[in-house]
């Protein structure tokens, strides 16, 4: 069944602004020299869902900490590749149905000691984290000052501060990894990446409660992206987990 538009004072609604988190690099954003969003996994992704809506999507990158507040506000209409367990605004967001699956893996530097069991672990040590985003698996040894938590801007910058011995660990998805390893061939012998998964967490669509657009529209043209293999493909291109 087609996507319809819901009307508003002025006409119909003919667009949806979709945010990314700005911080997020490749395979997920992918920007220009100039710093203007130009593609990537999650910029696909919107692409799709607008096409699917027949409505034009107008990209809005923002910091990790703005995404909540501008949906809650109706500044905003969407945010994909998101958790109700990532935000404490869990319940007055809508959540679409999943999406894509993350998942995240520690990181330490090659030939050093380091144990599978992450509790064991992570004891006494330091983690680069990106700010702004939540671990809920180590918020207790973090509390209980087991954990230093060192926040960091984006994933290079962690994989700078776990390089320079600033800190001890990282915790990051798959796809950064590899994008990084990509990015850097000279760091792959530098770092061991953990066996064991340290978060595999179901995404979705957050949409604001104050958007034209409803959760109905919206997961009917995520069914219809996952029924024609669209997003099967987007996770086959950007090499994420499906």
Same mark, same amino acid.
């Given at each position: 069944m087609g996507a319809t538009t819901l009307p508003v004072c002025s006409g119909e609604v003919t667009s949806f602004r979709y945010t990314?988190?700005?911080?997020?690099?490749?395979?997920?954003?992918? *920007? /220009?020299e100039a710093g203007h969003l130009q593609g990537g996994l999650l910029y696909d992704l919107g692409q799709s869902i607008g096409k699917e809506l027949k409505l034009k999507v107008v990209n809005v990158p923002l910091s990790r900490r703005r995404i909540e507040p501008d949906l809650l506000s109706g500044q905003s209409d969407i945010n994909c590749y998101l958790s109700p367990i990532w935000t404490e605004a869990r319940e007055q967001l809508l959540w679409s149905d999943p999406i894509l699956p993350q998942i995240e893996r520690v990181v330490g @530097?090659? @030939?050093?000691?380091?144990?599978?069991?992450? /509790?064991? /672990? *992570? !004891?006494?040590k330091s983690v680069s984290t990106q700010l702004?985003?939540?671990?809920? @698996?180590? /918020?207790? &040894?973090?509390?209980r000052g087991e954990v230093k938590r060192l926040d960091e801007n984006s994933v290079p910058m962690m994989f700078k501060a776990l390089l320079l011995k600033h800190s001890d660990r990282l915790i990051t998805s798959e796809a950064e990894i590899a994008a990084y390893v990509k990015d850097h061939p000279e760091g792959r012998d530098k770092i061991h990446v953990g066996k064991a998964? *340290?978060?595999?967490?179901?995404?979705?669509?957050? &949409?604001?409660?104050? !958007?034209q657009l409803s959760l109905g529209q919206l997961n009917s043209a995520i069914a219809r992206l996952k029924d024609n293999g669209t997003i099967k493909r987007l996770a086959l291109r950007y090499k994420v987990s499906y």
């Open positions: 990314i988190v700005e911080s997020m690099g490749y395979p997920y954003n992918q *920007f /220009d @530097r090659a @030939r050093e000691p380091f144990n599978e069991d992450i /509790d064991k /672990d *992570f !004891s006494g702004g985003y939540h671990y809920p @698996r180590i /918020d207790n &040894l973090i509390e998964i *340290f978060s595999n967490t179901p995404t979705y669509c957050a &949409l604001s409660p104050k !958007s």
